[in-house]
């Protein structure tokens, strides 16, 4: 599929049709002072979609939006060729140039940007249940760039470049084999990541998690939750409380807001609360400050409470 194929008025367009029905329901930055260009070259090994993408579009977002028109759950796995770019999600920002490969969940937001006009990336479309196999705890590798340095990023491009080559010289009994491969090389570059490699925690510091977790989320109400009053409501003192969460992804007072703004997000988007205001929300869910609320809540969600509150009750009225 090219925008050659067609009018000059008409490519942006036509370009954007093309990605969603080939990855995901997208947004689109064009570039700026040019007509935008782009080639798809497709191929399909066994449970293996692999594409070849030429473009000068400047960057993709994947929005809260778009995943509401539509349940994709792939995983992307996208191999740099030619340019650099940059892709964003679940907070981790991955650097990639010509030979790194990165990989992300359509059903979650994320960004890719593009420093150069020209890119050129092969991206490989797989379901999670084929990755879930070979890599454990797949949404904290998201966004993060395996090097071409790695011996599996060079194995994956030798091999995409021989399929785009001879896939259709591949006898089909052999195509799961060729699939599996695939999946087990990528699986193979992921596992070679730190995160990929932490510790798994003790049987009793899982069991502390677990009960300050219960406890955070049982008292999320009360303004006065804090490191200190959960140390004391678990008989444990606040230094170990904080050495608990060294291992987690976020730390334990950052999640206490974080749950917060959570369940203010899910009061504010339900039309049975449409007429309670938004600081009596706020500050039933352990708030105390309204400006600190709203600004929180745009650092979280890139949107201020009310704009939220708007969309998702203007969406649900429209179902």
Not at 4 to 9: F, K, N
Not at 246 to 252: Q, V
């Amino acid at each position: 599929m090219t925008t050659a194929s067609v009018p000059q008025r008409q490519r942006l367009e036509y370009w954007l049709e093309m990605v969603c029905s080939t990855y995901c329901h997208l947004e689109c930055d064009p570039p700026e002072d040019m007509q935008i260009f782009g080639d798809i070259r497709f191929g399909q090994v066994g449970a293996v979609q692999f594409t070849e993408l030429l473009s000068n579009c400047r960057g993709v977002r994947r929005t809260q939006e778009r995943i509401r028109s539509s349940d994709e759950d792939d995983y992307l796995v996208l191999v740099q060729r030619e340019g650099s770019a940059v892709m964003q999600q679940d907070g981790r920002t991955a650097i990639l140039n010509p030979g790194d490969f990165v990989f992300h969940a359509c059903s979650r937001p994320y960004e890719l940007h593009f420093d150069q006009p020209r890119h050129h990336l092969n991206v490989l479309r797989l379901k999670r249940s084929q990755l879930e196999n070979h890599v454990g705890d797949l949404d904290e590798l998201t966004a993060t760039t395996v090097s071409r340095q790695e011996v599996a990023s060079q194995l994956l491009l030798s091999m995409i470049e021989t399929l785009h080559r001879n896939a259709d010289q591949l006898h089909p009994s052999s195509a799961p084999g060729v699939s599996d491969a695939i999946t087990s090389i990528i699986g193979a570059g992921l596992r070679s990541l730190p995160k990929a490699n932490l510790r798994k925690t003790s049987n009793l510091t899982a069991y502390h998690l677990a009960r300050i977790k219960a406890h955070v989320q049982k008292h999320l109400h009360d303004p006065n939750l804090s490191v200190g009053s959960i140390a004391s409501a678990m008989q444990l003192s606040p230094d170990h409380v904080c050495k608990l969460f060294r291992g987690e992804p976020t730390p334990l007072s950052r999640l206490i807001w974080r749950m917060r703004l959570d369940a203010c997000r899910r009061d504010l988007a339900d039309p049975r609360q449409a007429t309670r205001s938004m600081s009596d929300i706020a500050f039933s869910w352990g708030f105390n400050d309204a400006a600190h609320f709203s600004r929180t809540f745009r650092e979280r969600l890139g949107m201020s409470p009310r704009q939220w509150r708007n969309q998702e009750l203007l969406a649900k009225n429209n179902k």
